[in-house]
Each structure stands twice: as structure tokens, then as C-alpha cells.
T-cell receptor, first 109, second 117 residues
Framework: DAKTTQPNSMESNEEEPVHLPCNHS???????IHWYRQLPSQGPEYVIH???SNVNNRMASLAIAEDRKSSTLILHRATLRDAAVYYC??????????FGTGTSLTVIP | DGGITQSPKYLFRKEGQNVTLSCEQN?????MYWYRQDPGQGLRLIYY???????QKGDIAEGYSVSREKKESFPLTVTSAQKNPTAFYLC????????????????FGPGTRLTVL
């Protein structure tokens, strides 16, 4: 299965945009890119997913590189409630979700 | 409200005892999953079920058992054969499961924290 690489941790100031990167150089043409986040002592929460085009929803935006070897989750205005571990996952139909260790985001007031 | 419930939130077990963790969903999803999470680690798949009366082993099924007698319920039993059961257990569901498209998304419950005394 294709793997993803994310920084272990990132910091952001409150009310500023946050760009969380993810590298997936071995992505295949049918892999979907999913992002989930997990607040402390809670289950993961779906954030967004995409295949080729950039995607927006009420929580975040997903920017996908033209060659699909990397993607960026964008939180437009970080709040303290956005402090969480963010997982970037490639999902191929018929395969499992593989959750790595993700990026731990700290939001500074 | 639709969602996934897990109970109990905290569970303490003596060594050598079997315990059962509950997971219920009212999302009408076909597929359900059990994951284990250790401190500072990602999630590892224990078992999954695509449909009622069918389930498959995940990456770390040894010492665990499941049943899927109803679409909305997928209980996990941690047996005495599981040598290191202390962990955070997460249940999830998705509409189509592994037979679905890659865009199928998972919805998670709040988790059960199991501690072996």
C-alpha cells in the first residue's frame, strides 16, 4: 500500500492559516487522499478527501499537487479547538485505511 | 442524531479475564471496524466486517474475537490470550467498506480505554 510522510509536529498562532503538508510519492492513479484528525482521548474525525482536484468544505481545504505526489491540508483560521493530530491517508478501493502517527498541531493563543 | 456509540468509556480488567467492548451504529452502514491505539501511535486494525454474519481479521487479530449478528452492532471481546490488552479501542463504520470505492469515509466512535490491572 502507498505510504504517506508527514512532519511529526507543527505550531500555529491562533487565527492564522495553517498548511499541513503530506508527501505521497508512490500514490497510484486510483488512490484517494483522505485527512482525518484526532483530538486527545477521542476517536478520529473525518476532515476532507479528494482525488485530483482541490476540495473545499466547511472545515478545511485540500490542495493536491498536479502530479499528486503531495497534498496540503489548509485550515484557514486556526482556533484552539483545531489542536489535534492530523492524519493523511491514501485509500485505494478494497484496501484498509492505514493511520500512521500523523502531525501533532499545536495552536498558540 | 446518527452516530456510533461505544461503551463503556473506561474499562478495567484483571489479568486472565475476558471482556467485551460494545459498539453500536445507527448510520445504516454496511461495514464496521475495530482498531487499537497505543500511546503516541497510529491506529491498527483488529477486525472488520463487511456485512452481517461475516468478518475478517485485520493486522493484529490474535487474542481478540468479534461477532456481527446485527447490522448495527459489532462487539469486540478481548480474551485472556491477548498478552498486552491495555490500550485505547476505537470502533468505526463506513457505508460500503472495503468493497466500496476509495472515497468511502469512516466514522468513529468515542473509544473505550481498557486497562489491565
Amino acid at each position: 500500500d502507498a505510504k504517506t510522510t508527514q512532519p511529526n509536529s507543527m505550531e500555529s498562532n491562533e487565527e492564522e492559516p495553517v498548511h499541513l503538508p503530506c508527501n505521497h510519492s508512490t500514490i497510484s492513479g486510483t488512490d484517494y487522499i483522505h485527512w482525518y484528525r484526532q483530538l486527545p482521548s477521542q476517536g478520529p474525525e473525518y476532515v476532507i478527501h479528494g482525488l485530483t482536484s482541490n476540495v473545499n468544505n466547511r472545515m478545511a481545504s485540500l490542495a493536491i499537487a498536479e502530479d499528486r505526489k503531495s497534498s496540503t491540508l489548509i485550515l484557514h483560521r486556526a482556533t484552539l479547538r483545531d489542536a489535534a493530530v492530523y492524519y493523511c491517508i491514501l485509500r485505494l478501493a478494497g484496501n484498509q485505511f492505514y493511520f500512521g502517527t500523523g502531525t501533532s498541531l499545536t495552536v498558540i493563543p | 442524531d446518527g452516530g456510533i456509540t461505544q461503551s463503556p468509556k473506561y474499562l478495567f480488567r484483571k489479568e486472565g479475564q475476558n471482556v467485551t467492548l460494545s459498539c453500536e451504529q445507527n448510520l445504516n452502514h454496511d461495514a464496521m471496524y475495530w482498531y487499537r491505539q497505543d500511546p503516541g501511535q497510529g491506529l491498527r486494525l483488529i477486525y472488520y466486517s463487511q456485512i452481517v454474519n461475516d468478518f475478517q481479521k485485520g493486522d493484529i487479530a490474535e487474542g481478540y474475537s468479534v461477532s456481527r449478528e446485527k447490522k448495527e452492532s459489532f462487539p469486540l471481546t478481548v480474551t485472556s490470550a491477548q498478552k498486552n490488552p491495555t490500550a485505547f479501542y476505537l470502533c468505526a463504520s463506513s457505508q460500503r467498506g472495503l468493497i466500496g470505492f476509495g472515497c468511502d469515509t469512516q466514522y468513529f466512535g468515542p473509544g473505550t480505554r481498557l486497562t489491565v490491572l
